[in-house]
Structures are given as structure tokens and as C-alpha cells.
């Protein structure tokens, strides 16, 4: 076996992994990206390729370049949600245009970036197992980690069918949802999360389908509910060219992707005749961030550490962010020669300070979903006003509404007000909750404690609405 020696392995050449490697390797650290496909393949992913705008990426890459390669539709004002049943659509404003990306190219571009900051890019390398040291992995006293024992050290891999190992002061995995690290490495002696099953993930798949005339709703994103708690979504890459797709939580019965969504296409008159020009399926995390994704010499990023907006299924800018983050750590592991965990602890705060609490409060909603009837909920959500919405779903908002729409809304919800209190207090379980998370600890000592208070939290949110426990 050959042996390679980087500051940093950022294993997956995604978002979050591109992100990461042009992090660190802008700063002189030397940094080796592991990505198992060909150079030619890298980049392809299945993704529904909406983003929001470029203001929330980290600007370690030339982002206007990005933007001209790669965001084909940057229009997008809204989106709409249709009733399964009636066809109502409610149509949400976005704050800031959201935009929808040629995934391809924007994945070939980051990439073309983090090699430019000095990143090696080594393709055809799939990761199989983690390298650790020996020693008792235990936790000790404070929930820090124990400097050396169990630190992860590198990787092995094969590279064009040669076993590399791969040596590091730091391994960011960035290898995407259900990541094999994480599967190879002892973490039990970390405050690394581990309370992860696929339980709380969910199986999507899209097509990229082009269509013979422009489509009048290019300016959104259409999202239609689906059994089992997923969505199907229609999203405009061009006027001609639109990314489709569905997914299903896997704590319900499998669904029918492939058929469920061609039955669809089959309903809307403007894919008569249209030609598929891409299909591909993929895991996603619809749960709330990893509680902690640093280990001793280690730390996951984006999807292999849940940073995924668990309603929307949005996890391209969270991936980014947390790979810039974490390589930041890695940096300052590097330059002091101590990687521990209280060393990497800040990359876990900024998440949490950030999308990470957001994320936690939205999950509440995914599980007060997942204990209703989907029908019920449709009826519910195409009855409230688009405010109402997006207040119900954590953003900031007034939440008021004049009489007459007060009694619109009274009227049009009238045999669910049930499910709407049940909702309004969900709410404010929601919102407790990210106060928690806005007070996450400023280092490993405060961690279980924290985790305590939360889980209690949880265990009322799981009683109000008679959910079964997600963790
Ligand atoms: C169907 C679908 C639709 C989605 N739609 C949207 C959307 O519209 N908007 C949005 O923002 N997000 C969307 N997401 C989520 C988004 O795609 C992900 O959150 C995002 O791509 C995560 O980036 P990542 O870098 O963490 O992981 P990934 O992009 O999955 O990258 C992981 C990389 O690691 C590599 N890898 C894995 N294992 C190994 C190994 N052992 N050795 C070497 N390399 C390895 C993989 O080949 C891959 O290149 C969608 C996801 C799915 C599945």
C-alpha cells in the first residue's frame, strides 16, 4: 500500500467537500480531495438544483464565476404549492430571488476552484476505512474527547485500483448522505452524533425533462404534496428545462418514485411530448443537524452530518457553509498542532448559531407531519395565507391578519381547528426549541447538559402530537 501525507483529507468532492478543500487550501494547508467518481462524472448529482441566491455561499471561491457558468434560472420569486385534489395552488413570495442551477456545471465549478486554491484533486479514489489510534476511545470527564485516544489520523482507499492510505492532521468527511466513515469509525469515545438511522432520511428521485414550449411558471418553484410526506417538485432550470421530483420519508411504506412521478407528468398538459434528458435517485437527511460532528483529528460536513433543511430537502448552501467552517477549524488544528475536539468545538457552534437551529425548529414540523393524515394537512395548508405559512414554518413574521381574512381563514379550515391548535402549539414548541439551540454550548464541557434539556423538549414535542420518537 502507498501512503500519501496531506494537513487535511476532505474525503467527497461535493459541495460541502469542494468548499472545505478550497478553505483550507487557500490558507497554504495542504489538502487532498478524495472523490470516488471520474473526473468526468464528478459533479453529476441528483438534486432538484434550486439554490438560493450567491449572497449565501462563502466567498472562498470566485462566486461570480460560479454564478455565470452555473445558475440557468435566476428568476425565481416564489413558490407555489398545489392542492393534490382541488389543483388550488398558494403562492409563497421569496424574500430574495432563489435561483435553479445546471448542477453538472456548478458541481465541474467548485470543483475547477478548489483545485485553483491548490487543493489536490484525486478522482477514481474511493474511501473505504478510517485510520485511528489505538487507545481506550473514552470520553473523559467533560465530554472533550481525550486528545489522542481514538483520533482519526487519515483514511484508506483505492486509488485507479491501487490501496492508498492517506495521512492527515484533520479528515473532514464530506462523503454525503450515509457516509461510510462514519460506519468505519470508533466515534464512541467523542461527542461525535451517532443516534442516526435511515429512519431519518428520505429516498428521492428527479428527472431533468425538457419540454417542447416554455412553461409560464419559471419565476417558481411548485411544490405538490405526496403521500407518505414527501413532495413532488417542478423546478424550472430554464423556461424548457425542468428538473422533476418526489421523495418519501423512510419511516413510511416505500413509494413508487419512478411511476408515482411519471403519473404526474402524465396529468400536466405542458410535458406532452417532453423528452427526459437525465435521471437519477438519491438518500437525503430530513433530520435535524448532527447534536455534534466533531471527533478527535475529525469532523463531518453537509449531508454526512444532516445539514439539510429537513422540509424543504435544501442542503446545497448548508454544505457549503459547513464545509468553509469546518476547514476553518482544520486550519487552526493544523497550525497549533492539537486537534482535539475543544480545538475543533467552534465549527459545531457556528452551525448551530446559524442554519442548525432553523433546521432543529423545522424538524418539529416533519414530525407533527409525519403523526397526521397527509389529506388533512393539504386541506390545512391550502386554507392559510401565505404568511401564515411561512411563519408557521420559523421565519420571522408578523402573523397578523385583519378581521376579514381571519374569518376567511376561519371559515375555509372549519373541521380541522383541532389540528390548527395542535399546530399553533407546535409552534411554540418549535420556537423553544431554537432558543435552545441558540444557546449551544461554547464548548464540549457544556455539551450533555445541553443535550439533556433538549431531548426533554423533544419528549414534549413527541407527547403534543403523538408522534413516534424520531431519535
Ligand atoms: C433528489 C434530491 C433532490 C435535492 N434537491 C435539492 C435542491 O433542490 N436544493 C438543495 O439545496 N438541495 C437539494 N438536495 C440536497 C443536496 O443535493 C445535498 O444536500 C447536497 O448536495 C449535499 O452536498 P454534500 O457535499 O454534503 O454531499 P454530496 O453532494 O452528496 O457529495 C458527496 C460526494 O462524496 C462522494 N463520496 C461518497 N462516498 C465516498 C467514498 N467512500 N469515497 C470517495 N468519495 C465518496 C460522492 O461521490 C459525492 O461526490 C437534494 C437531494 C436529493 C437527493
Not at 466567498?59 to 435566476?74: A, K, Q, W
Not at 448532527?290 to 463531518?300: E, I, K, N, R, V
Not at 418539529?364 to 408557521?392: K, S
Request: aromatic share 8%.
Amino acid at each position: 500500500m502507498s501512503t500519501e501525507r496531506y494537513d487535511v483529507v476532505v474525503v467527497g468532492a461535493g459541495t460541502a467537500g469542494a468548499f472545505a478543500a478550497a478553505t483550507a487550501a487557500s490558507e497554504g494547508v495542504s489538502t487532498a480531495l478524495l472523490e470516488r467518481k471520474s473526473e468526468a462524472e464528478a459533479g453529476q448529482i441528483a438534486c432538484g438544483d434550486a439554490v438560493k441566491g450567491k449572497g449565501t455561499f462563502p466567498g472562498v471561491i470566485d462566486l461570480e464565476y460560479l454564478r455565470e457558468e452555473s445558475f440557468t434560472n435566476e428568476r425565481i420569486e416564489k413558490a407555489r404549492f398545489e392542492n393534490p385534489r382541488s389543483g388550488e395552488t398558494v403562492d409563497i413570495p421569496f424574500e430574495a430571488p432563489g435561483s435553479v442551477v445546471d448542477r453538472k456545471r456548478y458541481g465541474e465549478v467548485i470543483l475547477e476552484e478548489a483545485a485553483r486554491a491548490g487543493t489536490d484533486v484525486h478522482y477514481d479514489t474511493v474511501v473505504q476505512d478510517v485510520v485511528q489510534t489505538n487507545g481506550t476511545a473514552g470520553r473523559n470527564g467533560n465530554g472533550a474527547g481525550n486528545g489522542d485516544a481514538g483520533r482519526v489520523q487519515g483514511v484508506e482507499a483505492v486509488r485507479r485500483g491501487e490501496p492508498t492510505e492517506y495521512e492527515a492532521d484533520v479528515v473532514i468527511d464530506a462523503g454525503g448522505a450515509l457516509s461510510v466513515l462514519q460506519d468505519r469509525a470508533d466515534l464512541s469515545g467523542a461527542t461525535f452524533d451517532t443516534n442516526v438511522s435511515y429512519s431519518q432520511f428520505c429516498s428521492a428521485y428527479r428527472e431533468v425533462i425538457e419540454v417542447d414550449s416554455p412553461v409560464e411558471w419559471d419565476d417558481a418553484l411548485v411544490f405538490k404534496p405526496t403521500e407518505e410526506l414527501g413532495y413532488l417538485w417542478y423546478f424550472p432550470r430554464t423556461p424548457t428545462e425542468i428538473n422533476a421530483g418526489l421523495g418519501f420519508q423512510m419511516n413510511k411504506p416505500p413509494m413508487e418514485l419512478v411511476e408515482t412521478l411519471k403519473r404526474d407528468l402524465r396529468s400536466r398538459p405542458e410535458f406532452d411530448g417532453a423528452t427526459v434528458k437525465n435521471k437519477l435517485g438519491a438518500a437525503l437527511p430530513t433530520r435535524r443537524p448532527y447534536d455534534s460532528a466533531t471527533a478527535p483529528g475529525f469532523m463531518a460536513v453537509g449531508d454526512a452530518a444532516g445539514h439539510v433543511n429537513p422540509t424543504t430537502g435544501g442542503g446545497i448552501p448548508g454544505a457549503a457553509k459547513a464545509g468553509h467552517w469546518a476547514a476553518e477549524r482544520a486550519i487552526e488544528a493544523v497550525t497549533s498542532g492539537d486537534a482535539g475536539e475543544q480545538r475543533l468545538w467552534e465549527y459545531n457552534r457556528r452551525v448551530m448559531a446559524d442554519f442548525g437551529k432553523r433546521f432543529a425548529a423545522m424538524d418539529v414540523y416533519n414530525i407533527f407531519g409525519g403523526a397526521h393524515d397527509v389529506d388533512e394537512l393539504v386541506d390545512v395548508l391550502t386554507a392559510l395565507p401565505g404568511q401564515q405559512i411561512v411563519d408557521a414554518l420559523g421565519k420571522e413574521g408578523t402573523a397578523s391578519m385583519d378581521l376579514g381574512l381571519k374569518l376567511k381563514t376561519a371559515l375555509r379550515t372549519v373541521g380541522h381547528w383541532d389540528l390548527l391548535y395542535e399546530l399553533y402549539r407546535v409552534q411554540g414548541k418549535a420556537a423553544a426549541l431554537k432558543e435552545l439551540y441558540e444557546a449551544y454550548p461554547a464548548s464540549p464541557a457544556g455539551f450533555e447538559a445541553w443535550r439533556e434539556r433538549r431531548d426533554a423538549l423533544m419528549d414534549e414535542i413527541y407527547a403534543l402530537t403523538g408522534a413516534d420518537p424520531k431519535y
